[in-house]
């Protein structure tokens, strides 16, 4: 999520979008779902499997014990590099080449406005 926050996206944010489902949503994916993020995210863990072999007792170079060690500070650099060469490899929608922050505007339902829950619901 921080990679694709400050590295991919550049700070852009469509709140609606986020917590929309139409398929053609800046966030919707492939089927609903990130296969970047879950890329990144297996390769994440994988770093650190080595590691962790090692430290339920098998034998394994002592760099793999020195990197499980670390193990959240090296899955979140490699998942975060993943996802952000991913994203480069093959675009997704709503990326920008500087940083694009802009402030949250609420936008009401125009609908619902100053009406009572059985009022909206009769309507």
Same mark, same amino acid.
């Given at each position: 999520? %921080?990679?694709? =926050?400050?590295?991919?996206? !550049? /700070? =852009?944010?469509? $709140?609606e979008e986020? *917590?929309?489902a139409r398929k053609d949503s800046l966030y919707y994916g492939f089927y609903g779902v990130s296969w970047h993020g879950y890329a990144a995210y297996f390769c994440g863990i994988l770093i650190n $499997?080595? /590691? +962790? %072999? /090692?430290a339920v007792g098998v034998d394994v170079p002592v760099g793999a014990v020195y990197i499980y060690?670390?193990? *959240? +500070?090296?899955? +979140? $650099?490699?998942?975060g590099g993943i996802y952000w060469f991913l994203a480069w490899l093959v675009p997704?929608?709503?990326t920008s080449?500087?940083?694009n922050e802009i402030? *949250?505007?609420v936008n009401p339902v125009p609908d619902a406005?100053? !009406?009572k829950v059985e009022q909206v619901e009769e309507a």
């Open positions: 999520m %921080a990679s694709d =926050y400050y590295l991919v996206r !550049k /700070g =852009y944010l469509d $709140i986020l *917590y929309s $499997i080595v /590691g +962790f %072999a /090692g060690n670390v193990n *959240y +500070f090296s899955g +979140f $650099i490699v998942s997704i929608p709503g080449d500087t940083w402030p *949250y505007e406005d100053e !009406k």
